[in-house]
């Protein structure tokens, strides 16, 4: 793909999406194979401190709302997902306020600490012998991230604006700043099949086929609303660049 070719936002939304979940999940798989030897010191289980990483660009910076919450985990059992903020308030890494949002503790703010170092050595492992092109995409996916508060909901505003430390290396910001792009795209997807007059059930029910096809199409306008903000050409260095970075097959 070169810098001639004209991307529409819409066509650049779906186009970025495959590759932005997988160079987020390449950095976090490798993170999380960093950080698992210490995460057993908090005597929590795991599915229980995979909130906090999920959580964790919001977490580090600012309460996340009940409404964050219900959002980010719309497709996850609503009782789990109690329980499991049950353990992590116990466990002292979060307090829960009376209208249900969350925030980090000391110690929970010494967790996210932690994921954000492996974080950032994952990113850099990956990503450091591609200087050039992670400046660039580091800086395109900055202005997506705040053109996206535009029109994201509910779960994208748990997650972003992400918190980025003083001493953020390129790597680490890139990383969180794609990693927040994901429910942008997570809010829009719910709109679409939420205006088709689908539930959570049967969304997860629909077969392939023309409805699919619809409710896909009307993810891409509404995900592509935040590339509008970026030239044509720059819509393409963007999915070029996303392409050729290493990650996860």
Known sequence: MDGQTAITPDRCAALGTPQIERLTFAVIHAAIKRAAPRLVNY????????????????????????????????????????RNLDTLASAGIIQQADDGAIRATDTGRALLAMMYESDAEAAAEL??????????????????????????????????????PPDASPELLLHHRLAVLRYHRADAHAAAWQAAGHTVETIRGLADGPERERIEAETNQRAGLPYATLSAAERSRLVSGLTGLPGEP
Do not use: C, K, M, N
Request: overall charge negative; glycine content about 8%; charged content about 20%.
């Open 43 to 82: 005597g929590v289980p795991l599915d229980a401190i995979d909130i906090v990483g999920q959580l964790r660009t919001g977490l580090a910076a600012r309460p996340v709302s009940a409404a964050g919450l219900a959002a980010f985990y719309r497709y996850r059992d609503a009782d789990q997902i109690r």
């Open 127 to 164: 990503w450091s012998a591609h200087q050039e092109t992670v400046a660039e995409l580091t800086e395109l996916a900055g202005r997506l991230v705040v053109a996206a508060a535009a029109s994201g909901g509910d779960a994208y505003a748990a997650v972003a604006p992400p918190y980025e």
